[in-house]
């Protein structure tokens, strides 16, 4: 497919400004991101005449930008979405969420990620960071519905293996352009020594990331403490678990000996405000990392505890909770923010060709409409998006240049309704 989009506002997230011009997009790739007055040059370098455009999108002076990535999820929780809220974490995953999931097989889960991926791009989200219980059922949702999707292992004491893990990374990182898997765990607190260690292990015979979630909880921290005398990031990094990079999710409760290794290491960090804000983990310390040159990464946490995958909400809390944090209303700007949405997402998903709009990335693109209440007057777009923006503007989600969501409609081939009759379906039978 050949797309011309012109007549917009562009934020290539390249640097900090905003230009008046065109994209073009040539099957999965841009070709040409300008003024529309250079654009002679991409003839030259594709030795042509001409191109025959398949679509000519007017975008009416509309923005268009990296698409979000959620940059930590469980897609398939879908089904427990407003399930077993209002509860503390422990009880709320130990009483609640692993007894449902563990009637969940691999083709509920597949219908399950694709109620999910709707859900993404009303939101503007073009990749997602996955955790979950059926790798391989998740990769064949998102290659149906066209969605991006780096997945990460999910072993605990309870499910999934170490041998597991390795196939899943062997397999799924040479299946499709759109699926990419990292090494992973659940977390310390799901997880012996011993399979730690194997985890460690994998890492160094791939020499590959890790990521898991990491002290998001006061008690977790202090559990570990109680069991090896460290806290979980200090405990993980003597196993030699980020000796080649990852990071963490939530990292809510950081000591000093914490935020070291993350910054010696290189580690990203993904916060999740609304879900830690819900389960009353308390507040990320985001004004730290970002002093220390952390990357800081967003995502949504998944549909049971946040329970909206609504990535202008997560931006809107990023800033407003690290604001309320460090009595400091300076804290955290809304460009920053928007950095942490796209391009410290890409890099924390280690998908280097999504995080700005340039000729050769892939062509994860998003239209926020700014012809829409909220966004009027338009003083400071940036601004606009994270404290005024919200999923009636985006107009439309492009994934591997292919619009996947355009003006309140999904694209043909999705059958919306039969995905929301499968979800209830699938409720009906196990909750």
Known sequence: MNIRLHNARILTMKDNKIIQGEIWVRDERIIYVGEGSDTDKVFSRLNLQSIIWDREIDCCGNLLMPGFKDAHTHSGMTVLRSYADDLPLSDWLNKQIFPIEAKLDGEMIYHLTKLAILEYLTSGITAIFDMYLTPETIADACVDMGMRCVQVGAVNNFSQSVELVETMFQKLNNSHNLISYILGFHAEYTCSRELLQDIAGLSHKYKAPVYAHISETASEVEECKNRY?????????????????????????????????????SLSVVTNPASNMKLASGIAPISQYIKRGINVAIGTD??????????????????????????????????????????????????????????GKLADIIMIDLHQPNMQPINNIYKNIVYSGSKQNVKMTMINGQILYE????????????????ANEIKESIC
């Open 302 to 359: 998944g549909p049971a505890s946040n329970n909206c995958l609504d990535m202008f909400r997560e931006m809107f809390l990023v800033t407003g909770l690290a604001k309320l944090k460090e009595e400091d209303a300076a804290a955290v700007d809304a460009l920053e923010v928007l950095k942490m949405a796209t391009v410290n997402g890409s890099k924390a998903m280690y998908l280097n060709d999504t995080d700005v709009l340039e000729e």
């Open 229 to 265: 005398g460290m806290t979980p990031p200090v405990f993980l990094d003597s196993l030699g678990m980020f000796d080649f990079g990852g990071g963490g999710y939530h990292c809510v409760h950081m000591e000093e000996a914490d935020l070291d290794i993350f910054q010696r290491k």
């Open 407 to 422: 003006n309140g409609k999904f694209a043909d081939f999705i059958d919306v309704d039969g995905i929301y009759s499968k």
